[in-house]
């Protein structure tokens, strides 16, 4: 998939129209995970090269739509995502972006705890968004499903950009609880269709997916988020691609201004393209990932908004 282009006026155009939309006006499912977004119902999701985008790069950001967490695909369908598909477009951190967006919920207790589009380059991507199911449930279980999307990121996606280029795609989850420390075999294969014959450590999955994926989580803090010290769990796992924000409507320049640094641009230089309060929230989240242009990733920092 992904093989068309981005219409800008297409989407301000839709952006308009759903600006005084209600969450329940725009995601209208009620009736749980739709097949089209279902990954036990299909193989992989592609990003494959094209004249419209010959030089792919797949991007998947995965919003947690558990408890009040649903603001979040919100945020996205009525703004985050043209800022980012615009923001890379004109900004070209990575060549030719696919985006593919995900709903996380939590395996042990929800019907749907993922949910994908395709990888898509154009403003279709709305109508498969507006197909998720928010269930708006989670557990009490001190956590959330978000490394269900890095498994899937490993075993349910196929990208040029990895197998022709060994190039990284980029993959960012959002929330505010912290990860479930196993992936159980048995969710890993009911939710997507996987044939795995044991739980799958985080740590060890996570190992895995950094050779092919640049990941990050941005904290979207709560009461929640204080109670589980999820904000120490998720810096001792990512160290500190672990970003904190507290300007959710700030997601798409965050993302972007990420995904520029670490492709090698100055900091400062992108934190002042920025504006106002924006150039403030992108500050305190990328201000010291110019540290990963001498390759020490292990040992960036950065400081909570």
């Known amino acids: 998939m992904g093989s068309s282009i981005w219409d800008a006026k297409v989407y301000g155009s839709y952006s308009v129209k759903t ?6 006006e725009i995601f209208t499912n009620r009736s749980g ?9 299909f193989d992989v999701r592609e990003s494959c ?7 792919s ?10 408890g009040s967490m649903g603001f979040l695909a919100e945020e996205i369908i009525k703004k985050g995502l043209g800022v980012i598909v615009e923001g890379i ?3 070209k951190p990575v060549p ?23 990888f898509e380059a154009d403003v279709c991507i709305v109508d498969q968004i507006e197909k998720f199911y928010l269930e708006g449930n989670g557990g009490g279980n001190n956590g959330e499903s ?17 197998i022709k280029r060994n190039r990284k795609g980029f993959l960012f989850t959002i929330g505010d609880e912290c990860p479930l420390p196993l992936l159980a075999k048995e969710h890993i294969n009911m939710f997507m269709n996987g044939s795995v014959e044991a739980d799958v450590r985080i740590e060890d999955l996570l190992r895995e997916m950094e050779a092919q994926w640049e990941v990050f989580h941005l904290i979207t803090p709560t009461g929640a988020t204080k109670r589980q010290n999820a904000i120490e769990v998720w810096r001792e796992l990512l160290g500190e691609r672990a970003i904190t924000i507290k300007d959710s409507s700030r997601l798409g320049e965050i993302i972007v201004s990420i ?18 309060d924006t150039s403030l929230a992108v500050g305190s989240a990328v201000q010291d990932l110019v540290k990963v242009q001498s390759g020490d990733v292990s040992s960036i920092e950065v400081i909570d908004v």
């Not at 998947?60 to 739509?65: A, L, M, S, T, Y």
């Not at 696919?98 to 395709?118: K, S, V």
């Open 49 to 55: 090269d094209s004249l419209q985008n010959p030089n």
């Open 89 to 91: 477009r004109n900004r």
């Open 33 to 41: 995970c739709h097949d089209d977004l279902n990954p036990a119902k």
């Open 57 to 66: 790069t797949p991007i998947i950001i995965g919003v947690d739509e558990t």
């Open 146 to 162: 978000y490394p269900v999307l890095w498994w899937f990121a490993q075993n349910k996606t196929r990208c040029d950009a990895i």
């Open 96 to 118: 030719d972006p696919h985006i593919l967006l995900a709903a996380i919920g939590d395996c042990c207790c929800d019907q749907a705890p993922i949910q994908t589009t395709q």
């Open 259 to 276: 995904m520029q640094v670490i492709e090698g641009e100055d900091s400062t230089k992108v934190i002042n393209s920025w504006d106002g």
């Open 19 to 24: 600006a005084s939309m209600s969450r329940e």
